[in-house]
């Protein structure tokens, strides 16, 4: 499959119909460890791009609504119809469901299956203004009361376990993520200085009396002396403001790539202050900047958003975030769910007329809405809608910049040896790393004895790269080049770069690639004409994806869900 150029392989797709995700692939490294690359959505995505030619709809079918995309906005939406009595409505699935929250797994014998994620795997707890994820919590049951209160009491299964997390420093471990062990107390002070600063801007107001920062971003101050950071990058910001400690930029470097895909030097500075002072009030809730508070080092005062967990604890499940998914999707009946993509979006009076190729059957469908909630990524939504540019959105213009990924999945069957004093935790960095870790995928499980089996999940941002290139370079990438860079902070811990230490513990591999992971929220951001010019328009068509924020958290993507969702139940 890898030997055709992508150009044959679209052209033998469109003859048979198919414009979906690619299947997997398995590659093997040049001492025969086999790795399935899966790569979603990247055959749909081409032939949409290049204008193959879509089989033309042999069939019809009359709807209210029509939701296209399946993953945390569409979804989304489709929960709040539901949850509003709503049920003419039909969300159609696109080549992955549930997107970046999707989930995987392995079965290494008859008697397990162990999931993991194939994309974002924790959801800080929710802000005040994050009321929308509140009602979806209580709806679980994660949130088991106080659901709109500033402490709220969680499912303690779903708060994340200690021990959370911990940094590979000089050769040592340490608790906690920003580097202590073995800087120099200049360097400490500074870190002090900085989470001191967050503390400050926390309490403060805009002139319109908002916060400053907000999760989701639309209760935002938008106060033009807060705005203004936008036109600098965070790295610009920070040397104005004498933060030059190589511990705390590297920290923060990482912070941003965790986050958004991109450094420092990419980074809108107010994004980057966002990242830490969006959530919390009275505190660094950051879950990457807790770790001063804790060693009282930070002087603030310290403060819950759950009754039963500390400020900075996160919500995770083995799988990633995939569970809000399968709770969403288990409010749709079969006849709300078609198997399919979007591949034509045309306004046409008083209806709507979508075409969704079923790429299983090699057949067509003509929906005929009278709305539409375009559920997906906005370069994906400006080849499938021709109006589009008429309602102020050109691609080319008002394109953001979408940064790639890689989320790998090892299996083991045996749990490597660790320190006494600091035992495998659910997240484990490397400081220095271009990588951003790996996670504990069965952390959560609650047993006497550690399991046979186990997944440890990397993740790496291909930041500080021109994305083009990068995506170009994944496509015919070989299995050690892929595994090189997998394995690159497990092979730091453990030595699984090696052929002898990887077979002594690794069972299987999967990699995924997200050639367009997330919108990241590069200097000017903000001021996105095109992206505003989609959310003041009064068109059959809402759309409600995280690129209307241009940062790519589940918080984003299920407010404009919400919203589009509550535009449609007004009218």
């Keep these: 499959m890898w030997q055709l150029n992508r150009r044959q392989f679209l052209q033998r797709s469109a ?9 997997a692939c398995t ?28 089989i033309q709809p042999s069939s019809e079918r009359r709807v209210k609504v029509a939701i296209l995309g399946s993953g945390a906005a569409g979804l989304f939406a489709a929960w709040r119809l539901v949850q509003d009595g709503f049920t003419d409505f039909v969300l159609v699935e696109g080549p992955e469901w549930g997107g970046n929250c999707a989930n995987g797994q392995f079965s290494p014998n008859t008697n397990s299956n162990i999931h993991y994620p194939r994309g974002a795997h924790y959801l800080p707890l929710p802000s005040m203004e994050s009321t929308h994820i509140r009602e979806l919590l209580l709806d679980m049951g994660v949130i088991e009361a106080n659901a709109f209160m500033p402490n709220p009491l969680f499912d303690e299964r779903v708060l994340v376990h200690a021990p959370e997390d911990r940094l590979l420093i000089n050769g040592q471990w340490q608790e906690g993520l920003i580097p202590q062990q073995g800087i120099p107390a200049a360097e400490i002070a500074e870190q002090k200085r900085f989470f001191q600063y967050i503390e400050q801007i926390k309490q403060q107001k805009g002139s319109d009396g908002k916060r400053p920062f907000c999760v989701p971003m639309a209760h935002s101050s938008q106060d033009t002396a807060w705005r203004k950071l936008d036109d600098i990058s ?41 990242y830490f002072a969006s959530r919390g009030e009275q505190t660094n809730d950051s879950r990457r900047g807790e770790e001063i ?6 002087g603030a005062k310290h403060s819950k958003t759950a009754s039963n967990a500390h400020e900075g604890a996160v919500l995770t499940w083995p799988d ?58 906005l370069h994906v939504a400006a080849h499938i809608i021709p109006e589009i540019q008429g309602l102020g959105f050109d691609l080319k213009q008002h394109g953001t910049h979408h940064a790639p990924w890689q989320v790998s999945n090892f299996l ?49 941002a291909y930041a500080n790269e021109d994305p083009k290139i990068v995506r170009q370079r994944l496509e015919r990438a070989t299995g050690d080049e892929l595994y090189a860079i997998a394995a690159q902070d497990l092979d730091a811990a453990y030595g699984w770069g090696s052929q002898f ?25 903000l001021n996105n004409t095109g992206v505003e010019s989609l959310l003041q328009q009064n068109s059959r068509i809402q759309f409600a994806h995280s690129d209307l924020s241009g940062i790519s958290i589940f918080e984003e993507a299920a407010w404009w869900g919400d919203v589009a969702a509550k535009k449609i139940l007004a009218r």
């Design 501 to 525: 230490k990887a077979r002594e513990s690794v069972q299987q591999v999967e990699i995924t690639l997200r050639g367009h992971a997330m919108s990241s929220p590069t200097v000017g951001f």
């Design 320 to 377: 990633g975030l995939n569970p809000l998914i399968r709770h969403m999707t288990s409010k749709l009946t079969a006849n709300q769910r078609m198997t399919g993509v979007a591949t034509r979006v045309q306004e046409q009076g008083q209806t709507v007329s979508i075409d969704v190729l079923d790429p299983s059957t090699k057949t067509a469908t003509r929906l005929i809405a009278d709305h539409v909630i375009c559920a997906m990524p």
């Design 412 to 460: 083991i069957n045996r749990f490597p040896t660790e320190p006494e004093h600091h035992p495998l935790a659910w997240d484990n960095v490397v400081y220095g790393s271009r990588s951003l870790g790996f996670v504990n995928g069965t952390h959560q499980l609650i047993r006497t004895a550690k399991p046979e089996y186990s997944v440890m999940t990397a993740y790496h």
């Design 234 to 274: 965070f790295a610009d910001w920070l040397k104005r403001h004498q933060y030059t400690a190589p511990s705390l930029l590297w920290y923060l470097d990482y912070a941003c790539r965790d986050d958004y895909g991109i450094g420092l030097a990419q980074t809108s500075a107010w994004a980057g202050l966002h």
């Design 15 to 23: 003859a048979l119909g198919l414009a979906t995700t690619l299947p």
């Design 293 to 298: 508070e804790h060693s009282s080092r930070a």
């Design 27 to 54: 590659k093997f490294t040049s001492w025969g460890l086999p790795i399935t690359v899966y790569l979603p959505g990247i055959e749909a995505g081409h032939s949409l791009r290049d204008n193959t030619s879509p």
